[in-house]
């Protein structure tokens, strides 16, 4: 009989996109298994595609995460507990780093359970291993490979998306584009975590050298309130843009998002998951970071320029609870003229 195994890695967009090579890797070593993963509604969309994984199962408890509520009934944790325990599956790899995840496989009489040494879970899994500071995460998740013996072959980030989707975000750009020949370039200023957006003021002398200078098409995507970031940003440019740009914050799936992220030349933003999509489908990132560790969090590929600050108080990765006493210089020392000296060495 084949084995049954679970991986769980739910919240988030970016942390269950850097899952591929993990899966990847444990198919090739499982190619017969049943390997099934539990994802949160939403950020699990963006590999629902996934050759790898056989069902996701959309683990929907909570309405905390502002890029993650659905429309779907909540249900409380012992049912998630029931349903697992009823598929039998013989091992958990337990990529979320949370005590509750932990609990959950353990609730769930998972007889194998895999996963990070954190939040004192340790009595909770059958094999815990070190989760490493200062390491990329993908990484880290073929940690746990290596940890439970399977050969780790390849690290490289992928996506995949369906030819519909490809058709309907190239009909999209042709319907808005007044020049479908104009390269595009995706400006993405909002992430989850406030704290580390670059300033608006800063992200709208970029809109403008884009459009005034570089002859670029900016679109902007997102959740349907990010609408009003981009409104901000608009407040502060100074002269009429020659080319307006295209916003569909709140138009677009996750899926159809993807699926227009592939179809950019380029994408330049703040630490969030839309980076990772990005690098996910090959299309070149310049990333502005600033509290956290851009050596684990940053986009994946050759072919990305990450943009930080020298200081010694970073990263913080804002474990403090206070307001940052240093006004956040980390990102405020980007300057304007950093990113547009990236953006030259791709337009």
């Given at each position: 009989m084949?084995?049954?195994?679970?991986?769980v890695?739910?919240?988030?967009?970016g942390d269950t996109l850097l899952t591929v090579p993990f899966l990847r890797n444990l198919r090739y070593s499982y190619p017969d298994a049943q390997?099934?993963?539990l994802v949160a509604?939403?950020?699990g969309e963006i590999i629902e595609k996934c050759p790898y994984v056989d069902n996701f199962i959309y683990f929907d408890t909570t309405r905390k995460h502002r890029y993650e509520n659905s429309a779907e009934k909540k249900k409380n944790f012992w049912?998630?507990?029931?349903?697992l325990r009823e598929k039998k599956y013989d091992k958990a790899y337990v990529l979320k780093r949370s005590l509750s995840s932990a609990f959950l496989t353990f609730a769930a009489g998972i007889k194998e359970r895999v996963g990070f040494d954190t939040e004192c879970r340790r009595f909770l899994l059958t094999k815990p291993v070190e989760y490493k500071e200062g390491v990329h995460e993908i990484e880290c998740f073929l940690d746990v490979l290596r940890a439970d013996g399977v050969c780790v072959r390849d690290n490289y980030l992928e996506n995949w998306v369906t030819a519909e989707e490809s058709n309907f975000a190239r009909e999209l750009l042709d319907s808005k584009m007044p020049d479908k020949n104009l390269k595009k370039v995706l400006v993405h200023a909002t992430s989850g975590n406030r704290n580390k957006e670059w300033s608006r003021e800063n992200f709208a002398q970029i809109i403008e050298f884009l459009s005034n200078e570089k002859n670029v098409q900016v679109i902007y995507t997102g959740a349907k309130g990010d609408s009003t970031t981009y409104d901000e940003i608009h407040g502060y440019i100074g002269s009429e843009l020659k080319i307006t740009p295209l916003n569909f914050c709140g138009e677009l799936s996750l899926r159809e998002s993807l699926a227009l992220i592939q179809k950019c030349d380029l994408i330049v933003g703040c630490d969030s998951g839309n980076l990772h999509i990005a690098a996910s489908v090959g299309v070149p990132v310049i990333g502005i970071y600033g509290p956290m560790d851009e050596k684990k969090w940053a986009a994946a590929g050759e072919n990305n320029t990450i943009l930080t600050a020298?200081?010694?108080?970073?990263p913080c990765g804002l474990k403090k609870k206070n307001r940052c006493k240093f006004d956040y210089q980390c990102l405020t020392k980007i300057?304007?003229?950093?990113?547009?000296k990236a953006l030259n060495k791709y337009l």
């Open positions: 084949s084995k049954k195994i679970l991986v890695r739910y919240r988030f967009i390997i099934d993963m509604p939403v950020s049912s998630y507990v029931k349903i020298e200081l010694p108080c970073r300057s304007v003229d950093d990113v547009k």
